[in-house]
């Protein structure tokens, strides 16, 4: 259902991309997700090209736990590289003028870990959007 955004992702993870890349933001009050997939860690960084338009957003604008969506600048369907979000509850999320965030997966295992071991210990500056007070980096990403 998000055939660009998945192709994207699937390429970016077989090249190692996301190898040792550190997860930049953490929101923890009313937006509930961790971002990550940005090579420099600064939330500004990318793969070097953006496409879009949006695909396989919720209707309902609902993405639930476990959610695995891309993000993108606000307003703009055609920002995404290679950041991405994991939704560690549930969250709605409204649309603007460029529609929702393009849905790629699901989290199968391991969120009761990431809300445990990075989640609970909240943002390095104690507000409710900043980068994870508690380390996390990605090892590896397996796509199947």
């Not at 940005?38 to 090209?49: I, N, R």
């Not at 994991?86 to 969250?91: E, F, L, P, Q, S």
Request: net charge negative.
């Amino acid at each position: 259902a998000a055939p660009q955004a998945v192709s994207a992702f699937i390429a970016q993870s077989q090249d190692g991309f996301f190898t040792g890349t550190s997860c930049h933001r953490l929101t923890t009050s009313g937006l509930f997700v961790l971002q990550c997939g940005d090579p420099t860690g600064t939330g500004t960084g990318g793969p070097g090209y953006s496409y879009g338009p949006v695909e396989n957003a919720p209707a309902d604008n609902l993405y639930p736990a476990g959610t695995i969506a891309m993000a993108r600048q606000g307003g703009n369907g055609y920002s995404m590289g290679s950041q991405f979000f994991i939704v560690y509850d549930d969250t709605t999320l409204p649309t603007d003028a460029a529609g929702g965030y393009t849905v790629i997966g699901k989290v199968t295992s391991g969120l009761d870990a990431l809300k445990t071991g990075v989640i609970a210990a909240g943002t390095a500056d104690g507000s409710a959007d900043g980068k994870p007070a508690a380390p996390a980096v990605i090892d590896s990403v397996t796509v199947q």
